[in-house]
């Protein structure tokens, strides 16, 4: 019997998509921000998460961004925390306030180091990994912890294998998701379930996905985090300007491909670094509808 695309695409398990966001700087960015923030809740993802930007700082910007988005929709709204960059107390108090305006899920990380410095200096007032960070939200009260994790493995780790122990910590500490740096090589991110599945990791595990909405500029940002970018991709986006509306149908075409990969081995829960834009993590939810329902907000 011949298997036609829609045919293949109800034989796919549901897929659930998170959306994660960032302050935006501007005016003009905020009501943007704002207007696709109505699109995103619309869709009904898992949770909304609020980072604090590239660079790690702006807490600010993310605890007002993360009790707005809360108290507005009924969408449970998970807070980006790094301890890079401010003392225990500082950080304690402020996931206290986090707790008391009802962010109840935490994404706990270490923080990039600034731009421009060589090694990362852990604060001897601070949390100095994210680690330590998970074991400090748990004592103060049961939040849902998520931690990133690296398929390609993180690029000031001396190896994957130190990496991969560093990983096991966090889950030790309390960790109860993992949310995977986005990675293009499908199978490296199968290969690493793998491994955690071996060692007998049972914590939700969810693949970061990445919509390449400028490849120049994710190329950039993937060089600094650790990402790859594989032959087949470069070729795909070769003479294909950003400006051409054939880059974001390659774009949504690559990251439909790589969800629908995933969830047929079993993966069916994803985070899509939306970077605050809606028309590529839309694309996403419609194409993936046809594979499964959105799960409908709370
Ligand atoms: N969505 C987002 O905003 C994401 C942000 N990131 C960024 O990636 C960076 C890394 O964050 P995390 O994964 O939380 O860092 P982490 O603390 O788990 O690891 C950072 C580095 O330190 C090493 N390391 C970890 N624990 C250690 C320990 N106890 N002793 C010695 N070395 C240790 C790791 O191998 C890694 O090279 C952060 O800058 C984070 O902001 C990464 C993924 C997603
Ligand atoms: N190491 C690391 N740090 C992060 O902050 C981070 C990750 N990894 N991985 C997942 C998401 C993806 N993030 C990203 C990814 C790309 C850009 C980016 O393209 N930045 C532009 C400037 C964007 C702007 O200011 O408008 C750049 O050219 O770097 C930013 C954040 C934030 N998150």
Not at 2 to 18: C, G, H, I, K, Y
Not at 201 to 208: A, D, R, Y
């Amino acid at each position: 019997m011949s298997r036609d695309a829609t045919t293949a695409s109800a034989d796919l398990p549901p897929v659930e998509l998170s959306i994660e966001i960032f302050p935006p700087k501007t005016a003009e960015a905020r009501e943007r921000l704002m207007a696709n923030l109505e699109l995103f809740a619309a869709a009904g993802p898992r949770f909304i998460s609020v980072t604090c930007g590239a660079g790690g700082s702006g807490e600010d910007g993310t605890f007002q961004l993360a009790t707005e988005t809360a108290s507005r929709y009924a969408i449970p709204v998970a807070a980006h925390l790094t301890c890079a960059y401010a003392s225990r107390e500082a950080i304690d108090a402020l996931v206290r306030r986090y707790w008391e305006q009802g962010v109840r899920r935490i994404v706990a990380l270490r923080g990039d180091k600034p731009k421009g410095a060589l090694h990362y200096q852990p604060r001897p007032d601070g949390y100095a990994y994210a680690n330590d960070l998970v074991a400090g939200l748990k004592a103060i009260a049961p939040f849902d912890v998520s931690v990133g994790c690296y398929p390609e493995t993180h690029p000031e780790a001396p190896d994957a294998d130190s990496d991969y122990r560093y990983l096991l910590r966090k889950i030790e500490a309390g960790a109860d998701r993992l949310i995977t740096q986005y990675c293009f090589e499908t199978d490296k991110i199968l290969r690493f379930r793998d491994r955690l599945v071996k060692d007998g990791v049972t914590v939700e595990f969810v693949p970061g996905i990445m919509p390449i909405h400028n490849f120049r500029q994710i190329k950039r940002f993937s060089a600094a985090c650790g990402a790859g970018i594989p032959d087949w991709l470069e070729a795909m986006f070769e003479g294909v300007d950003e400006a051409s509306p054939v880059h974001g149908m390659v774009a949504a075409t690559v990251a439909t491909e790589q969800c629908r990969r995933l969830a047929a081995e079993g993966l069916t829960r994803h985070h899509v670094y939306a970077l605050n834009r809606a028309e590529l993590p839309m694309a996403l939810v419609h194409l993936l509808r046809a594979s499964s329902r959105m799960p409908q907000a709370a």
